[in-house]
């Protein structure tokens, strides 16, 4: 049974994982380094531990520090969380050998998940579809055409020594082909002093379907459904839901299907989640496997019923899934949204917004669930990813978890950083993705709207009564600044 | 009592005509104004203002953040603050707390308009800084590596 467990981790995972802890009796221990010393994470924790300076590089990615912090606390077990140290080999084969229990798959599957190159030829063998290629060595544009047409059209060219868009071509058809692979090897050679390219099936209107899997230490694996991450912007996931909406219940069972297969190749142990890229024609591939927590991971909680982290926590210990199923089949109740929450600024190229939190307030209502790493005061800095909450609506239906979580937004108020909360609301309010149509090029393809005309109006509006009120009653603010100071001139 | 309020929000300035007990908004570009009823706003724990239909609002540090209709605005209220000035133009100021990663000019340099004068990271984002015109870089005030903070003036063109 493990007693205390260290969190390897800050901000909203560690809170949220510490939330699990306390309902379960264990002990918790936070890590922390300089930038974090007063944030709500160390100070919700049984313990906490100094781990280093502000840059991750001198604190949260430092494995000794963590072992010391492991020693130092006694804690017996180590939950990763996301990022970080979550998916490195060395970190998880450390506390295999310091004898600690690693709330995360063994340090092997760590390590082939993580090489792109190893996973797709181990997934390739287990039967799990990948997206058909050619990276051999032959440039010749006969050996090329023949690849194209096994792999069928359309087909990416994309410049082996690539990047930026350069030597990258697609083509629709088979008499397209070969000008246009000259053009790209041309190209190539231009960019990048090496003209070799390599072709990709290219897969029109994608969706990104993720499966959460489980695997247990009897070698047994089972999914926990799919969750629909297409919402994403530079890759980088905005809105994740559970069920996938307008998926074929057929493909839906096959997709899950795959990935328990995929994970029981590898005789997966733990939580992960196997990604896919599904194709307009119901074909989809593998993408890769998340060998931990995900961000999303909540829209799964919401649906199944089950705590996830609690879970991760009962296989670590030895529990089988069928001890945790206690005879029960995972089902898929309701509908579940979530989005994240940043500190970017939606009219500025999305450009991280930093500074002190001057008031933080979250929603209390039914059916929303707000997991948060910061409040009033919190200083959000350029040193860590500027995610400030993730909220996830629940509803029997879509369309009313999609309203809950509306409802949510509405009530999330943040005042000091610019938040990407007017950005989500657009997203959840568009019409393409009321009737659920989503695909990975949805923010890049579709306008979205957070202002409406008469908005400034408005603000400005209660913006002058505030002014009004104030000025009449003379409140403590007020007479505490000065209208000099706070106001502005007088003229 | 009269007072008149100047507002800056998103590069436009608003002057507010506040009377006894209700205001005028006045939009000195494109002439709207509206009357405006008066709403009495509750004081809460935390510093903050709230109304029966869930606006809050806040006063902190020279700005106005106000949160209505679950949407939030933010305002700065320093009066002598002037949008968009003549010298704004020639001084480049990091828009953001971060590390220089590139500083491609030097003084003495001429600079078209468009073009990069350095490239500010923060959180793995990159922020490419360019000339608003063309200009003859004056002084250079940081090198690649350096830590800088919010509106930090980082060239000065001339």
Redesign the interface.
């Known amino acids: 049974m493990i007693q205390k467990l260290l969190i390897a981790n800050r901000g909203e995972i560690s809170l949220r994982i510490q939330k699990t802890c306390k309902r379960l009796g264990i002990k918790t221990v936070a890590v922390y380094s300089d930038a974090d010393k007063d944030s709500p994470f160390v100070k919700n924790a049984d313990e906490s531990f100094y781990l280093g300076g502000s840059e991750p590089s001198k604190s949260y990615l430092v494995i000794p520090n963590i072992l010391k912090a492991v020693q130092a606390t006694g804690a017996d077990a180590v939950h990763p969380g996301y990022g970080f140290l979550s998916e490195k080999t060395e970190f998880a084969k450390a506390l295999y050998q310091a004898k600690v229990s690693f709330l995360g798959p063994r340090p092997e599957t760590v390590d082939l998940m993580g090489d792109k190159i190893r996973s797709r030829a181990a997934m390739e063998k287990a039967g799990v579809p990948v997206v058909p290629g050619y990276e051999g060595d032959s440039q010749e544009p006969s050996v090329l055409l023949k690849e194209a047409e096994r792999i069928g059209f359309p087909v990416m060219i994309k410049a082996s020594a690539g990047g930026g868009g350069k030597g990258m071509k697609r083509v629709f058809s088979k008499e397209e082909f070969l000008p246009s692979l000259e053009s790209a090897q041309r190209e190539a050679g231009n960019a990048f002093g090496d003209a070799r390219v390599f072709l990709e099936k290219y897969i029109i209107n994608p969706r990104h379907i993720e499966v959460q899997v489980f695997g247990d230490s009897s070698g047994n694996v089972i999914h926990l459904f799919e969750r629909e991450c297409s919402i994403q912007r530079r890759h980088q996931k905005v809105v994740e839901e559970s069920p996938a909406p307008n998926l074929d219940p057929k493909i839906k069972q096959k997709i899950c299907e795959v990935a328990v297969q995929a994970a029981s190749s590898i005789g997966y142990l733990g939580a992960g989640t196997v990604e896919f890229i599904l194709g307009e024609d119901g074909n989809f591939y593998f993408l890769e496997m998340n060998t931990r927590l995900q961000v999303e991971h909540p829209v799964t909680e919401a649906v199944t019923g089950f705590d996830l982290v609690e879970w991760q926590i009962r296989i670590a210990e030895g529990n089988t899934l069928a001890s945790l199923l206690q005879g029960k089949e995972p089902g898929q109740t309701g509908h579940a949204i979530e989005v994240r929450l940043y500190a970017e600024d939606p009219e500025n190229e999305f450009l991280p917004s930093i500074g002190r939190i001057e008031l933080a307030k979250f929603p209390d209502q039914q059916n929303l669930r707000v997991d948060s790493g910061v409040v009033t005061g919190s200083e959000v800095s350029l040193y860590y990813d500027p995610m400030l909450a993730k909220i996830i609506g629940y509803g029997k239906t879509r369309e009313e978890a999609r309203k809950n979580l509306i409802a949510g937004l509405e009530h999330t108020v943040i005042f000091g950083p610019v938040t990407n909360v007017n950005y989500l609301r657009g997203i959840l309010e568009h019409s393409e993705f009321v009737s659920g149509h989503t695909n990975t090029h949805f923010l890049e393809k579709h306008k979205i709207e957070w202002e409406e005309v008469g908005e400034e109006k408005e603000a400005l509006a209660k913006t002058a009564s505030f002014l009004v009120s104030r000025t009449v009653q003379s409140s403590s603010v007020w007479e505490a600044v000065g209208p000099k100071g706070l106001w502005g001139e007088i003229l | ?1 009269n ?5 800056r ?2 590069e436009k300035e ?1 002057v ?1 005509d ?6 005028r ?1 006045l939009d000195p570009e494109n002439g ?1 104004e ?1 009357l ?6 509750t ?1 809460e724990e ?4 709230s ?1 029966p239909d ?22 700065s ?4 603050e002037s949008s968009n000035s003549e010298a704004a133009q020639f001084e480049i100021k990091s ?5 220089i990663i590139k500083m491609e000019v030097k003084p003495g340099d001429k600079v078209k308009k468009g073009q990069t004068l350095a490239v500010v990271e ?2 793995k ?1 990159e ?1 490419a800084l360019r000339a608003g015109l063309d200009a003859d870089v004056k002084e250079v005030h940081s090198q690649p590596g350096d830590i800088v903070s ?1 509106d930090q003036l980082l060239v000065l063109l001339s």
Not at chain 2, 3 to 7: D, I
Not at chain 2, 18 to 23: D, F, I, K, V
Not at chain 2, 77 to 80: A, D, E, P, R, T
């Open positions: 009592m007072r008149t309020f100047r507002l929000w998103k608003y507010l506040l009377g006894e007990s209700s205001s908004l709207w509206s405006l009823t008066h709403y009495s706003w004081k935390d510093g903050s203002y109304l869930g606006s809050v609002a806040l006063l902190k540090s020279g700005k106005l953040y106000i949160h209505t209709k679950g949407k939030t605005f933010q305002f209220i320093k009066g002598k828009p953001m707390p971060g590390k923060a959180m984002m922020h919010q």
